[in-house]
């Protein structure tokens, strides 16, 4: 019994023995795998071509857009359009009431044929230049009540477009007071939307960006992921010292009517382009529960952690800005989510 014992506690005392012999070795082991340099793959960095784009937001306004009426108020004879017709330049679009225009037809006659008689009579040196000249100031400015008279009794269209509204009807009396949500004295509307154009506000900053002619984009979530090409063609010429910013008209080709005015869109003008840092996206970390962002580069076989602000994407590609990133350097651009600054590190491209 007393044996049995004594090989009990000898095993006790080998296995206790082992226990100890192999603890160091697995420290030793687990120490050397942490020593180990983690694989990475690089990118040498190099600086590309990017062009520079600014984003607003903008309504759609119609290229031209008139609220039509006579000069005076008067019956209105006729109205030959509706809310939502397509007229051409140069249609008739309302008539007024005749009545002026007749008597001014009559005074043009009488004022021509009395002209015409103190012109031959002037001729003949029977007259002086005076009673010539008053005959003839009499009949222009008949000629002249004339033109107005036609010209505001019946109202054609100035350019092709669409009819917006429709104020009066026919037979009633037009009063020459505001009667459109703009403010303003109308018996018709109407816009021209084969062009339409976006007004944007853009910061004081671009003043000296901006020029005329430069290319911009719309886009609009009523037609997703379509994009309509268009073009700055006018700069407001002064600055709003209230919001600091100064306004542009772009210019859209519509010929298919797709876009309206009233419509809500997102304005994409391109400025000039540079050259800047541009790196895989996915080379770019962020911080956890931080807008943080950083990158890591390889020196001599470590790694080291740059904290980077990130400017425009150009496909997959970002541009990273930051002072202690050049061309040239080793960008970690594969297992870089694992790693820790100061970390060894073992290239493997």
Same mark, same amino acid.
């Not at 709003?240 to 859209?252: G, N, P, Q, S, Y």
């Given at each position: 019994m007393k044996n049995i014992f004594n090989q009990i506690i000898t095993l006790f005392v080998l296995a206790a023995l082992t226990l100890s012999a192999c603890a160091p070795e697995e420290k030793t082991q687990e120490k050397a795998q942490e020593n180990k340099a983690r694989p990475i793959k690089t990118h040498i960095l190099t600086m590309d071509s990017i062009q520079r784009t600014i984003n607003y937001t903008a309504n759609v306004i119609a290229f031209e857009e008139l609220y039509y009426a006579p000069a005076q108020p008067g019956r209105i004879s006729a109205i030959y359009v509706e809310v939502g017709d397509r007229v051409q330049k140069g249609q008739e679009l309302v008539k007024m009431?005749?009545?002026?225009?007749?008597?001014?037809?009559?005074?043009?006659?009488?004022?021509?044929?009395?002209?015409?008689?103190?012109?031959?009579?002037?001729?003949?040196?029977?007259?002086?230049?005076?009673?010539?000249?008053?005959?003839?100031?009499?009949?222009?400015?008949?000629?002249?009540?004339?033109?107005?008279?036609?010209?505001?009794?019946?109202?054609?269209?100035?350019?092709?477009?669409?009819?917006?509204?429709?104020?009066?009807?026919?037979?009633?009396?037009?009063?020459? /007071?505001?009667?459109?949500?703009?403010?303003?004295?109308?018996?018709?509307a109407l816009m021209q939307i084969s062009k339409v154009?976006?007004?944007?506000?853009?910061?004081?900053?671009?003043?000296?960006?901006?020029?005329?002619?430069?290319? /911009?984009?719309?886009?609009?979530?009523?037609?997703?992921?379509?994009?309509?090409?268009?073009?700055?063609?006018?700069?407001?010429?002064?600055?709003? /010292?209230?919001?600091?910013?100064?306004?542009?008209?772009?210019?859209?080709?519509?010929?298919k009517e797709l876009l309206r005015p009233g419509m809500y869109a997102k304005v994409a003008i391109h400025l000039k382009s540079e050259l800047a840092l541009l790196v895989p996206a996915i080379a770019v970390v962020k911080e956890d529960g931080t807008n943080n962002r950083y990158v890591f580069i390889h020196e001599n076989g470590i790694a080291r952690k740059v904290s980077v602000e990130v400017g425009m994407r150009k496909n997959d590609r970002i541009e990273v800005i930051s002072d202690k990133i050049k061309p040239g350097v080793e960008l970690v651009v594969a297992g870089q989510s694992k790693l820790m600054n100061g970390d060894e590190v073992e290239v493997k491209n």
């Open positions: 009431e005749q009545t002026q225009l007749t008597q001014s037809l009559l005074q043009v006659e009488e004022a021509r044929r009395n002209f015409m008689r103190m012109d031959t009579l002037y001729n003949l040196n029977s007259i002086p230049k005076q009673q010539y000249d008053q005959a003839k100031t009499q009949y222009e400015i008949a000629l002249s009540n004339l033109e107005y008279l036609q010209d505001n009794t019946v109202l054609t269209a100035p350019f092709s477009g669409v009819v917006t509204g429709k104020y009066y009807e026919t037979g009633e009396l037009y009063s020459g /007071a505001p009667n459109t949500q703009a403010g303003k004295a109308a018996v018709i154009k976006a007004v944007v506000s853009i910061s004081e900053q671009y003043f000296a960006e901006i020029k005329k002619g430069m290319t /911009a984009e719309l886009t609009t979530d009523n037609y997703p992921g379509r994009v309509f090409d268009g073009r700055i063609y006018k700069l407001h010429p002064t600055i709003d /010292a209230a919001t600091r910013t100064f306004k542009v008209e772009i210019l859209i080709d519509n010929k």
